[in-house]
């Protein structure tokens, strides 16, 4: 008798469309602005950033893809692993990442309609103006990719830290 056992996952679905080779220049698009909007933002912020907000829309792809870029660029399990719960683990987090995580939230949910004065003024005490509006830029774009990632169900697993920068 062996002590291993296999382990049967589920099989992986196929994703539902390949978007990025249907709308190439929407893709591309997508890249550039991807790219103007981590300028001058902290590499470990954006990532804590986008896994919140990938987390939030249940985008497994996008979870996998900005768990390995947080870990490639020195990010700890711990602090990824309490994103999830980052309300009861603040202890965790800067004062500035607390207001960035609070502003990922409030952009991503949007449950009132709007992002509440009291966020918003919260994060402009935690960053100058050109930093704020790349902030949002980058909450903005995050939530993009996550509705590409769950409306084509593009499937995690495959992506390999720094692929896409």
């Not at 987390?55 to 979870?63: E, K, W, Y």
């Not at 995580?101 to 918003?120: I, K």
Request: charged share 25%; aromatic share 8%.
């Amino acid at each position: 008798m062996t002590t291993e056992e296999a382990t049967a996952y589920a099989p992986e679905q196929p994703a539902r469309l390949r978007w990025a080779q249907h709308a190439p220049e929407v893709y591309k698009a997508m890249v550039r602005l991807d790219a103007a909007a981590r300028r001058g933002l902290d590499p470990k912020l954006l990532e804590l950033v986008k896994i919140r907000a990938s987390q939030l829309n249940h985008c497994a792809f996008c979870l996998d893809m900005h768990t390995k870029d947080a870990l490639a660029a020195g990010e700890s399990v711990e602090r990824i692993v309490q994103l999830g719960a980052w309300e009861e683990s603040k202890h965790f987090y800067t004062q500035k990442e607390l207001a960035a995580l609070e502003l990922t939230e409030a952009v991503t949910v949007l449950t009132d309609g709007f992002v509440r004065d009291e966020v918003y003024e919260h994060a402009a005490k935690h960053f100058e103006e050109p930093e704020l509006a790349q902030l949002i830029a980058a909450i903005t774009v995050i939530n993009a990719w996550n509705r590409f990632g769950v409306t084509c169900r593009m499937a995690p697993g495959h992506y390999e830290a720094g692929q896409h920068k």
